[in-house]
């Protein structure tokens, strides 16, 4: 049935109206209310985008509008393009822009052919599955320095139920025991990275996470053959010496388990106090949520890549799981470091070697 939802402070109008938990189906016209607290996110993002200099915005799969008019609306003083190859969500983006009385462009074209004669300051890729079909036709769309947001939902692939998938489509070997989600979204970082370096651009992440069935990052895009270098010396393996190591290819020197994957920050700490201090100062239905998201985004900044899933822990000791707060506290009596991680809430970062962490548990 048709309907009208409000999200932020615009008003959507749907062909039909679906209440998914997880992923959704995939149809013209596609609306989750599930990811209303991304959108929020990514209102907070192209504030902030803006304040640093972006004037263009593209919302490059959208569906029916929603993102680019939300930041049309939310935003103001900024260019918003709003593209669908799909002619029944051009129709509905036309009809949105106009119900919300914005200034925006509706374009009705397959994004990669947009992507060779346009240039924009922000580009949104929000696809069905993978992003991979539009990261390599991107770079003749950007200018100097370009925001880039992406999101991938093949996380199974990304996280390692299909293992030759990741490795056919993102060239990376994913990690399946332990950690995995953070991995499979270090793995997507790199394959951007390494696409942006082959076209002398350099990809420095700015606030990435995962939630529900998606991983998603926020990223700047800089030309020059320099910046390119010195992003893809952020790219590297996983190796298991009495637990997770990150290193880069010179330092190799035992079988890696995963990767090649990003092995730098995933977030910047200056980028998610600004986009904090945006959140904080806007109503939101879910800010109370977005807010822990983003304290923990910030917390895990200075945290040790990758983590230790308890459960799986207090099995390899045969042991009753102890409270996670716990583990955090023995951990850092022992002066390591340790936190929890948004990735899974009964986990723990920690640079502590995995014989000590076993060790706290029994
Ligand atoms: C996941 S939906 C976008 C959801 C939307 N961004 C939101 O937040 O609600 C993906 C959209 O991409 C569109 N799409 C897929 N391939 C495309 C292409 N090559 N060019 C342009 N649009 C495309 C689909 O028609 C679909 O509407």
């Known amino acids: 049935m048709a309907a009208i939802v409000e999200e932020g402070e615009v008003k959507i109008f749907l062909e039909e109206f679906h209440n998914y938990r997880g992923p959704g189906r995939r149809r013209a016209g596609f609306y989750n209310p599930a990811l209303e607290i991304d959108r929020d996110l990514n209102v907070a993002f192209c504030a902030y985008a803006a304040k640093n200099g972006a004037r263009k915005f593209l919302d490059g799969l959208a569906a029916t509008g929603i993102r680019g008019i939300r930041l049309a609306k939310e935003i103001g003083n900024i260019e918003v393009e709003i593209n669908d190859y799909n002619p029944k969500s051009y129709e509905l983006i036309k009809k949105n822009i106009e119900l919300n009385n914005v200034d925006a462009i509706a374009l ?11 240039r924009y300051d922000y580009i949104d890729i929000d696809p069905y599955g993978s992003p991979i079909p539009f990261i390599s036709c991107l770079f003749k769309a950007l200018k100097k ?3 880039l947001a992406v999101t991938a939902t093949d996380t199974a ?7 030759k998938a990741c490795i056919r489509k993102y060239h990376s070997i994913p990690l399946r025991r ?100 945006i959140v904080e100062k806007k109503e939101m239905k879910r800010k109370k949520e977005l807010m822990k998201l983003l304290t923990f985004i910030k917390e895990e900044i200075s945290l040790p890549p990758l983590y230790y899933e308890t459960g799986k822990v207090a099995k390899d000791v045969k042991v009753r799981q102890p409270k ?10 022992k ?28």
């Not at 009705?108 to 060779?116: K, M, P, R, S, T």
């Not at 692939?157 to 293992?163: D, E």
Request: overall charge positive; glycine content about 8%; hydrophobic content about 40%.
């Open 157 to 163: 692939t990304l996280c390692g139920a299909y293992k």
């Open 324 to 333: 996670l707060q716990k583990i955090i506290d023995e951990l850092q009596k």
């Open 108 to 118: 009705n074209e397959n994004l990669c052919v947009l992507l060779q004669r346009k």
């Open 178 to 277: 332990m950690a995995s989600k953070e991995a499979g979204l270090r793995i997507l970082i790199a394959y951007v990275a390494k696409q942006a370096a082959s076209f002398d651009y350099g990809f420095k992440p700015l606030l990435s996470y995962s939630w529900g069935h998606f991983f998603r990052v926020y990223g700047i895009m800089e030309r020059g053959a320099g910046k390119a270098e010195r992003s893809i010396q952020n790219i590297g393996w996983v190796v298991w010496d009495d637990g997770w190591k990150l290193l880069n290819f010179e330092k190799i020197d035992s079988k890696p388990l995963a990767g090649p994957m990003w092995i730098g920050k995933i977030s910047e700490e200056d980028v998610v106090n600004a986009v904090k201090e």
């Open 335 to 362: 002066g390591y470091d340790a936190g929890r991680t948004h990735f899974m809430l009964n986990a723990v970062k920690t640079n502590a070697p995995y014989s000590v962490i076993k060790e706290i548990f029994t």
């Open 145 to 147: 320095r370009t925001y």
